[in-house]
């Protein structure tokens, strides 16, 4: 019996040794996971920020009036960051800015007699400001919105250039290969965003386009 109490005993003295070393481990893993989780986003956001530089000095110094490098292909619900980058070439009399609005369409996708998104028609403005609707695809029509966090109606500074970012997340749809386009519109009468811009006029107020392809898998 008492040999049965020592081995007892001992058994465990050596469960806790291996549970105290197990967490120990498990403390050091999470640890270093976190810090390379960490670095990682810092690189990605560092990276992030230098292209979104190249792209502005791009847009200030090129002859393009709209800057969109094309996304590469993403997965069905992952996100993927994207900047757009838009050339002011006019000047509002009346102040230092001018107003512009941008919006993201899908026009179809390449599968014959598919739809952009289950169940609604083509083609489809599924991000930023919608022309037609004259409403803000993200506050008013989220089940469409594919483009997070883009800021979809800003100033530009008289003869100046401007880079937005935004999170591309493809929702309610299909893998497919899209057509798309950007849109640039930019207010008839020039004024600033805060000023009640003309945009009553989508024909006129039309700046620059983009025609892409995106490829969702």
Not at 8 to 26: N, P, Q, Y
């Amino acid at each position: 019996m008492l040999r049965n109490r020592r081995a007892a005993l001992e058994l465990s003295i050596t469960a806790i040794v291996v549970l105290i070393i197990a967490i120990t481990v498990l403390g050091l893993g999470i640890g270093f996971i976190k810090k390379q989780f960490e670095a990682g986003t810092e690189l990605v956001s560092k990276e992030l920020s230098n292209i979104k530089e190249q792209i502005k000095q791009q847009v200030k110094t090129g002859g393009e009036l709209l800057v969109f490098p094309e996304p590469e292909p993403v997965g069905l619900g992952k996100t993927q960051n994207v900047i757009v980058g838009v050339r002011n070439t006019v000047a509002n009399t009346g102040g230092d800015r001018v107003c512009f609005r941008v919006e993201f369409k899908c026009v179809q996708p390449f599968t014959p007699e598919e739809t952009c998104i289950v169940g609604k028609q083509n083609p489809l403005v599924i991000g930023g400001y919608d022309m037609d609707a004259q409403i803000f695809v993200q506050k008013s029509a989220q089940d469409r919105n594919w483009f997070q966090k883009l800021e979809s109606q800003f100033d530009i500074k008289n003869y100046d250039g401007e880079v937005k970012d935004a999170i591309l997340q493809v929702r309610n749809a299909r893998p497919d290969a899209y057509s798309m386009e950007v849109n640039v519109y930019k207010a008839i009468d020039d004024k600033a965003c805060a000023d009640g811009p003309d945009f009553s006029d989508k024909a006129k107020a039309l700046y620059a386009s983009k025609s892409f392809t995106l490829n969702v898998v």
